[in-house]
């Protein structure tokens, strides 16, 4: 917990909230102190296998709403009516018709202050013309009923590697701790959240905002595939799904300089880093690239755009300690279909500063505040990190960077929507503020790109096979 947050922002209970001494005193409190010497004799899991049913939502959720009723109660009901891919995503949700309640910027941020992040209130406060629009909190979120039966199956089985950060077996999909006892587990469930088998982005459009007295964007093209291969619908164990956490595969559109370059990317539940190849059109040869992880920064985005920094995060767990300080009622981008509106005007959308207000959209939620500090002998850019994970779906919606004299640097928005075709929520549009270089970047989205992101729940095609992604394929691909 940092030391200038206030004690009462975080409720943490002062045991472990779901350590088997703590499960104990709360049923025999239930039953009755006559009965104590029973309980101890039941599987301390048991009841937390009944409440996924009970208090909680399926993926560990607080079913309830809070006490002034601002965020309600959790409640599933379908989202979309009738729609289908291609159309506008926003046309097919059930709220689509909300009005903001009200607008924080630079003029009033001291009010709301307690609802929002140190990097929401710096953003607020440092970037010009920076404003949140604060809607109707919509508890859109569910996952399919297979994804719910492994979570429930989860408790109990689930494990960690005896290293303490790599993934040793769980079912799959599902969410696989969903009463997270310490922040290791819960950024394995942002990172295994149920998000279909594959997600395509075709014309996907990175942007990088330009530098001060410069009028010149860094734009890039792509197309992109993500395939998961432990996702497809059912029930697995992870060991014997492979070693793969997910495979990517992009190739550059444009600018010219970078047309026809393309790579694959493998990365894995027990294994530091990534398998990277890049094929470079001009040498007409694939190289690896071994050490593009991390903090490694991107090819050509100016050191504006790091390898981890990824839908507001992505890859291994080995070089921070991370710990669950709580949770906490914030602000935070949330239903934001202003992200895919594909038909709109990019240069609308992506103003000088930041993204327009109008294609962002905030709600209040609970979030799980997970603090990460680097190891000891390890380095990074960022030594010190927090993340912000909605607990109706597991999925990152805030990050804040510090820097090594721990000032605050980098802020990350992920823009969370309901994803029709899975039944689940996910985030891969994302913003990030450098509030240092006072740029920004925008990528994963779909808006202004004339295409809409895909997801998949079913394998299709041969990017949809592990077989693809190797060095061998990358080079007969791009040669064709």
Known sequence: MKADQPQSDICVDPIQPHSKATRA????????????VATLHVPMWAQDVADLSGRLTPVGAERAGNKDGSIPAWVPEKQDSGWSWGQRRISGWKYKDDKPLFSIDATNVNKYADRLSPGQIAKLKQVKGYRM??????????????????TRKNVGFARLADNGWALKDAWVPGVLFP???????AMWNMAMRYRGVATEFKGGTTLVSPRQGSSEWIRYVYDQTVFLPWA???????????????HTAFSYISPTALSGQAGVISDFFDQAGTETFYYFPGQRRVRRLPSYAYDAPQVGFENQYAIDEVQVFQGALDRFDWTLAGKKELLVPYNAFGAFDFDAKMSEIAQPDSI???????????????????????????????????EDSWNAVLAEDYD???????VREGFLIPVFETGSCDVVAFSQHNLVDNRYLFDFHAAGTGTDVRWFTEPQGPKMKSSYYTSENLRAVSER
């Not at 005193?25 to 104590?36: C, D, I, K, S």
């Not at 905030?362 to 500090?373: D, F, G, K, N, P």
């Not at 090594?404 to 980098?410: D, E, P, R, V």
């Open 232 to 246: 497809e619908k059912g029930s697995r164990k992870l060991s014997e799904t492979g070693k793969n956490r997910s």
């Open 179 to 185: 009463m997270p006892s310490n922040g290791t587990e």
């Open 25 to 36: 005193w709360r049923h025999a409190a239930r039953l009755g102190a006559v009965t104590l």
């Open 404 to 410: 090594a004299q721990g000032k605050l640097w980098k």
């Open 133 to 150: 629009d604060v809607y109707p909190t919509r508890r859109t979120c569910n996952v399919p009923d297979f994804v719910a039966e492994n």
């Open 356 to 390: 327009n207000p109008k294609n962002r959209r905030y709600e209040l939620h609970r979030v799980w505040v997970i603090e990460a500090t680097v190891k000891a002998g390890v380095r990074h850019l960022a030594p010190k990190r927090t993340f912000y994970l909605d």
